[in-house]
T-cell receptor, first 112, second 113 residues
Framework: KAGVTQTPRYLIKTRGQQVTLSCSPISGHRSVSWYQQTPGQGLQFLFEYFSETQRNKGNFPGRFSGRQFSNSRSEMNVSTLELGDSALYLCASTPTGNEKLFFGSGTQLSVL | GQQLNQSPQSMFIQEGEDVSMNCTSSSIFNTWLWYKQDPGEGPVLLIALYKAGELTSNGRLTAQFGITRKDSFLNISASIPSDVGIYFC?????????????FGRGTQLTVWP
């Protein structure tokens, strides 16, 4: 079974731009979660989607948004990028949202 | 939100030595998990624990779910160079945070040959 696939692996953007990251979960997994990882804050939860509905959201500003499609693939969007948004963005999937998360390799975003 | 304190922050050991690390929470968790992350990659699940007092092994790794449900421990026996990486504990209270894990800050493990 293929694992969680995230694209692109690396992104370089400038302040004020917006960015869209993509995640394909493990086949059969319907829950997708997104996490931000930085050296200063560690791994922090962004949001979780199940059957195209956002079920849970972390403490991030509204510039961070996401969506899930009917095939369970998910995208997250960050608008009006700030320098502090530079991070590794990780996507994880589970069959129904249970706690055993399986992570992708992440998208490394650099904001200049 | 829940705070997880993971210690030690880093460890430098010789190949063949045993390693112990632990994680404590400010509140009760229903599940504890341990992940390992290599540079430039996402965390990989090592062990999942579901009951207080549970002791689970995965090869040379052994983890325990503390009886207070506020802590967990990971031991690595006879370390080898490929054990190098960052180890994270994570917890879930499932009931109110479906799909969400709380992570410790990680233990950076370095193994000298």
């Amino acid at each position: 079974k293929a694992g969680v696939t995230q694209t692109p692996r690396y992104l370089i953007k400038t302040r004020g731009q917006q960015v869209t990251l993509s995640c394909s979960p493990i086949s059969g997994h319907r829950s997708v979660s997104w996490y931000q990882q930085t050296p200063g804050q560690g791994l922090q939860f962004l949001f979780e989607y199940f059957s195209e509905t956002q079920r849970n959201k972390g403490n991030f500003p509204g510039r961070f948004s996401g969506r899930q499609f009917s095939n369970s693939r998910s995208e997250m969007n960050v608008s009006t990028l700030e320098l502090g948004d530079s991070a590794l963005y990780l996507c994880a999937s589970t069959p129904t949202g249970n706690e055993k998360l399986f992570f992708g390799s992440g998208t490394q975003l650099s904001v200049l | 939100g829940q705070q997880l304190n993971q210690s030690p922050q880093s460890m430098f050991i010789q190949e063949g030595e045993d390693v112990s690390m632990n994680c404590t929470s400010s509140s009760i968790f229903n599940t504890w998990l341990w992940y390992k992350q290599d540079p430039g990659e996402g965390p990989v699940l090592l062990i999942a624990l579901y009951k207080a007092g549970e002791l689970t092994s995965n090869g040379r790794l052994t983890a325990q779910f503390g009886i207070t449900r506020k802590d967990s421990f990971l031991n690595i026996s006879a370390s080898i160079p490929s054990d190098v990486g960052i180890y994270f504990c994570a917890g879930s209270d499932r009931g109110s945070t479906l799909g969400r894990l709380y992570f410790g800050r990680g233990t950076q493990l370095t193994v000298w040959p």
